[in-house]
């Protein structure tokens, strides 16, 4: 359950030394997952900030997560790139993004971002696959805005990855005429992998890729007001569907082998975003 007395005054420091530090926030943030730090070799101009200066943030400690931001520009789109996000099975908790998502959105950020590396539960979508989250499934049915008051706090996930932001990456991987999935994300909590029964309860649920990340931080971000893309590559098939054994190295492996590819569409998904003029507002 988030502690809003306590969170609200890092909130307010966060949003303040932002400022301080960048003056006017970036329309776009990522949360950057494995696979694809790589997009901010492509930031222009890069600022970094550690999360251990922005009190709001967490202090994740997964392997490949740096756990800074970095503001600058890719194109003509301004950037905030989060390298690190905390994850449920850290400690129990899936509220560790609620003050960084909350001072974006109170800095003025637009749309989120999300990407992650999952496993695939379709041979459609092998290892090195990209992925367009269109919606996603709550497996544990756990929610980070349990304890919140007002009517906020009701929602609508219906178009919980935004129309319009899928059809322009969509456009932007038939330019560049690069296979793009699109599918429906099942978040499990972790940390151990998924066991072949629930791979198979998952598909027939009609998930396309599990991954242990993402859906906490969607509601968090809907119900903070922003716009939410979700991007996932495919690392690994998902148990029971090959016969290699899951690790976490394997899919940190998986994700620096196919990490240009994902970060390159990343970075050009981004630059064209200064042409929405949805986001100009």
Known sequence: MIDNKTLEPKIAET???????????PAVAVVLGSGWAGAVSHVQEAKHLAYTELSAFPQPKVEGHVNEIVVGKIGEQAVVMLRGRAHTYESGDCTGMAGALRSLKRWGVQVVIQTNASGSLRAHTPPGSLMLIADHIN??????????AGSERFVDMSTAYDLELRQHAKKIAQAQNLMLGEGTYCWAVGPQFETPAEIRMFAAWGADAVGMSTVPETILARHAGLRVMGLALMTNMAAG???EALTHALTLQQAQASGERASSFLAAVISSLAKLESLKA
């Open 15 to 25: 949003v303040a030394k932002l400022n301080s530090l960048f003056g006017a926030a």
């Open 241 to 243: 569907l090959s016969a």
């Open 139 to 148: 497996a544990p049915q756990r929610s980070p805005l349990i304890g919140e």
